[in-house]
């Protein structure tokens, strides 16, 4: 079973920065596409950003386009979601997952492997 492990949450002010990072224990990440998703207290889990294996591929909800980017770094196996003018509505927690067919899904549940997360809090 692949672990994935989400880091770089915690307690930031509104119009702050942070990158949240995600690799996996045991395996490698090739091959696969990373998808992150947020929770927020009270509502459904939704879709932040994804990539594929190969960096080309990216898509971010269209609510968050020019404030968060999804980026790889092969060579440390970790994906990395930086996040800018963060907004109290930020808060959540984060949630890294991973496709073995190197697709990008919306839908969390679609996903191989999932984390456990990671919380956000930004204050105002």
């Known amino acids: 079973q692949v672990q994935m492990v989400e880091s770089g949450g915690g307690l930031v002010k509104a119009g702050d920065s942070l990158r949240l990072s995600c690799t996996a224990s045991e395996r490698t990440f090739r091959n696969y596409a990373l998808g992150w998703f947020r929770q927020a207290p009270g509502k459904e889990r939704e879709f932040v950003a994804g990539i594929d294996w190969s960096g080309r591929i990216t898509h971010t909800a269209d609510s968050l386009k020019g404030r968060f980017t999804v980026s790889w770094d092969n060579a440390k196996n970790t994906v990395y979601l930086q996040m800018s003018s963060l907004k109290p509505e930020d808060t959540a927690v984060y949630y890294c997952?991973?496709?073995?067919?190197?697709?990008?899904?919306?839908?969390?549940?679609?996903?191989?492997?999932r984390g456990r997360g990671t919380q956000v809090t930004v204050s105002a």
């Open positions: 997952a991973a496709d073995g067919y190197n697709n990008i899904y919306t839908s969390y549940e679609s996903y191989d492997y």
